[in-house]
Antibody, heavy 119, light 107 residues
Framework: QVQLVESGGALVRPGGSLRLSCAASGFTFSDYYMSWIRQAPGKGLEWVSYISESGSSRHYADSVKGRFTISRDNAKNSLYLQMDSLRADDTAVYYC????????????WGQGTLVTVSS | SYDLTQPPSVSVSPGQTASITCSGVKLGDKYASWYQQKPGQSPVLVIYQDKKRPSGIPERFSGSTSGNTATLTISGTQAMDEADYYCQAWDSSTVVVFGGGTKLTVL
């Protein structure tokens, strides 16, 4: 069965960096676009970034552009999100999600990992 | 930026039909998806490409679009359907946008 397991969430100070990971299993990881989506405490869903199957195409929400970098290692069935220059408003649960058809259809989600940015 | 507008809350009696709307400029030109999120859980895809249901999603969940509005309809609503529901759209220029979410209360 499809499984997505995020890790790497932590408490970090403003201006700091963090790297999130998402381990995928139960499907051919290299066949799918993948995304990171976040949810601030008590708030709605916000798409963060996506990456194509090969990693050649990447796109970011305006709110994180220039600060976050998405990447993947298909040999390790893993997705990553490098987060730099973190701000308080980046505090959220970060989910990785599989895109069903490279069309913004998120058919499987991980359990999420909490990132807290606070001094 | 592109916005999708949902009502903050919708209430329905058990067994009745609940309708949750999602509006956006030229939404009819894009595909809409819907996600259900229960407290403390990850979102679950319930409708994609406006009206398709993933396997395992009950038939009481359906989707439709008309003009600039997408609608999620839950027929014969059950207590277990109480959750937050998010619409979402995608196209090559919009990329991915979520609506603000609707809290469905089954009274």
């Amino acid at each position: 069965q499809v499984q997505l397991v995020e890790s790497g969430g932590a408490l970090v100070r403003p201006g700091g960096s963090l790297r999130l990971s998402c381990a995928a299993s139960g499907f051919t990881f290299s066949d799918y676009y993948m995304s990171w989506i976040r949810q601030a405490p008590g708030k709605g869903l916000e798409w963060v970034s996506y990456i194509s199957e090969s990693g050649s195409s990447r796109h970011y929400a305006d709110s994180v552009k220039g600060r976050f970098t998405i990447s993947r290692d298909n040999a390790k069935n893993s997705l990553y999100l490098q987060m730099d220059s973190l701000r308080a408003d980046d505090t959220a649960v970060y989910y990785c999600a599989r895109d069903l058809a490279a069309a913004g259809i998120f058919d499987y989600w991980g359990q999420g990992t909490l990132v807290t940015v606070s001094s | 930026s592109y916005d999708l507008t949902q009502p903050p809350s919708v209430s329905v009696s058990p067994g009745q039909t609940a309708s949750i709307t999602c509006s956006g400029v030229k939404l009819g030109d894009k595909y809409a998806s819907w996600y259900q999120q229960k407290p403390g859980q990850s979102p679950v895809l319930v409708i994609y490409q406006d009206k398709k249901r993933p396997s395992g999603i009950p038939e009481r969940f359906s989707g439709s679009t008309s003009g600039n509005t997408a609608t999620l309809t839950i027929s014969g609503t059950q207590a277990m359907d109480e959750a937050d529901y998010y619409c979402q759209a995608w196209d090559s220029s919009t990329v991915v946008v979520f609506g603000g979410g609707t809290k469905l209360t089954v009274l």
